[in-house]
């Protein structure tokens, strides 16, 4: 792990002593900034490159993530620099090849 900037607390929801539980609907200012973030679905083709529209991992949700909480005021501008330096290639990981279909065997 990497810090990638400070937060201030009023941004985050802290649970009273005792009192966290399961649940899906966002608290505090981050995780509601979360999930406006459109996380991305299911790659409709996974052995091709990633870009930011069509093929997108989770990497590149945590850079829309970290963009949008710049531009709330949430964390300091110098995060977008640190996380992108941190990603993989658009490649990575992308070590199948597809390859024509065996006759006679």
């Known amino acids: ?33 979360a999930a406006q973030v459109l996380a991305p679905g299911v790659s409709r083709d996974f052995m091709a490159p990633v870009d930011d529209t069509t093929n997108r991992r989770c990497q590149e949700w945590t850079m829309e993530y970290v ?15 640190i996380v992108q330096s941190k990603r993989d290639s658009p490649t990575h990981g992308i070590g199948l090849r597809q390859v024509a279909p065996q006759l006679g065997n």
């Open 67 to 81: 963009r949008y909480l710049v531009a709330k005021g949430y964390i300091g501008a110098e995060a977008i620099e």
């Open 1 to 33: 792990m990497w810090p990638i900037g400070e937060v201030d607390s009023a941004h985050i929801f802290d649970w009273p002593e005792g009192g966290c539980s399961i649940r899906t609907d966002p608290k505090g200012d981050l995780e509601i900034a």
